[in-house]
Antibody, heavy 122, light 108 residues
Framework: QVQLQESGPGLVKPSGTLSLTCAVS?????????WSWVRQPPGKGLEWIGE???????NYNPSLKSRVTISVDKSKNQFSLKLSSVTAADTAVYYC???????????????WGQGTMVTVSS | DIQMTQSPSTLSASVGDRVTITCRAS??????LAWYQQKPGKAPKLLIY???SLESGVPSRFSGSGSGTEFTLTISSLQPDDFATYYC??????????FGQGTKVEIK
């Protein structure tokens, strides 16, 4: 079965760039699914960041679009998130997730990574 | 963009109770709605998709209903494992994905 695993630095300095990777195992990132990033600040709700298809097509949350880049590396079966100009407000648990619907960027998230905590602090 | 509003924010209930959580969309999303359960320190778990379809492996005591702008998640008989926070999510293709603010189900 498909599994997702996030990795990356747990601490990022203010004004820096947050970089995370999501490794896909048990399946191919070149399947018919889109792949997403979702974050959750401590004690708060879920916020969708954006998504990518293996072709490189992306969709981003308008509230973060100017700072977000999501990319895919098919050779490594993984996708990545970069968030620039970070502040303390970007401190959160970051999850990667699979969009359930085949060939559609719109769908529920049926598989999630365990999440990785990223703290923005000097 | 579509906004999602859940009620209540917190719900106190006992084992065996029937529990209902409501989610309202700021505009019609047809049936493009999912429900998730999240426990502390864990990733969300998909329960319901397309408003009323039960995800594989999810107990049948969970059910979803609604369409347009008003949706409900019902737990027919609350079990000890069900104490958690629940989120709705809209995935209408014409608007960015959005989640409700969450409903925490606590032990009464």
């Amino acid at each position: 079965q498909v599994q997702l695993q996030e990795s990356g630095p747990g601490l990022v300095k203010p004004s820096g760039t947050l970089s995370l990777t999501c490794a896909v195992s048990g399946g191919s990132i070149s399947s018919s699914n889109w792949w997403s990033w979702v974050r959750q600040p401590p004690g708060k709700g879920l916020e969708w960041i954006g998504e990518i298809y293996h072709s490189g097509s992306t969709n981003y949350n308008p509230s973060l679009k100017s700072r977000v880049t999501i990319s895919v590396d098919k050779s490594k079966n993984q996708f990545s998130l970069k968030l620039s100009s970070v502040t303390a407000a970007d401190t959160a648990v970051y999850y990667c997730a699979r969009v359930a619907a085949s060939y559609s960027s719109s769908g529920a998230f049926d598989i999630w990574g365990q999440g990785t905590m990223v703290t923005v602090s000097s | 963009d579509i906004q999602m509003t859940q009620s209540p924010s917190t719900l106190s209930a006992s084992v065996g109770d029937r529990v209902t959580i409501t989610c309202r969309a700021s505009q019609s999303i047809s049936s493009w709605l999912a429900w998730y359960q999240q426990k502390p320190g864990k990733a969300p778990k998909l329960l319901i998709y397309k408003a009323s379809s039960l995800e594989s492996g999810v107990p049948s005591r969970f059910s979803g209903s609604g369409s347009g702008t008003e949706f409900t998640l019902t737990i027919s008989s609350l079990q000890p494992d069900d104490f958690a926070t629940y989120y709705c999510q809209q995935y209408n293709s014409y608007s960015p994905v959005a989640f409700g603010q969450g409903t925490k189900v606590e032990i009464k």
